[in-house]
């Protein structure tokens, strides 16, 4: 386990709006107000689409994380997650959880890592920025080369 007490800087509230791609939408506001770390503790979004982590067929590797995805239409969303910065790529990498329902099959619900989103409504977001420590996600190697929040500066 690691753990470190976070230092708290400013707290958004983002809203994006219909036809919006949620990630290059949440991009552009970190590089709009300088964000590079921090957490999202909930958002409520309607998306026209979506791609959660997922999957129908029988897994190889129980073990293993799933990288294939499920595509979903005319879905209401709730979910969170945390920013980290990359210093390889000079942006901040989201890494985000949700649960969605579809709204035409009784609300059926998935829930899994979101991997894509259009705005199909609104999309209400609150962010809150994390000053210290650095807050990084490497590979680590050792467990199937899953990108793991970590605190404090990382070698790449």
């Excluded at 919006?20 to 309607?46: C, H, N, W």
């Excluded at 210093?87 to 890592?113: D, M, N, Q, W, Y």
Aim: proline share 6%; net charge negative; charged share 20%.
């Amino acid at each position: 386990m690691q753990n470190h007490v976070l230092q708290i800087g400013r707290t958004f509230g983002v809203r994006l709006d219909p036809g919006e791609d949620f990630f290059t939408s949440l991009d552009a506001f970190f590089r709009d107000v300088g964000l590079k770390q921090g957490y999202i503790p909930t958002f409520v979004a309607a998306f026209s689409e979506a791609e959660v982590v997922g999957s129908c067929e029988k897994l190889q590797d129980p073990h293993a994380p799933v990288w294939s995805k499920v595509h979903l239409t005319n879905a209401e969303a709730v979910g969170g997650g945390t920013l980290a910065w990359d210093p390889r790529s000079a942006r901040v990498l989201p890494h985000i959880h949700t649960s969605i329902g579809l709204k035409e099959h009784s609300a059926t619900g998935f829930t899994s890592h979101l991997l894509s989103a259009t705005i199909q409504f609104i999309a209400e977001i609150i962010v809150v920025e994390v000053t210290s420590p650095v807050m990084g996600r490497p590979s680590d190697a050792d467990l199937y080369d899953v990108p793991r929040l970590t605190f404090g500066a990382y070698s790449l």
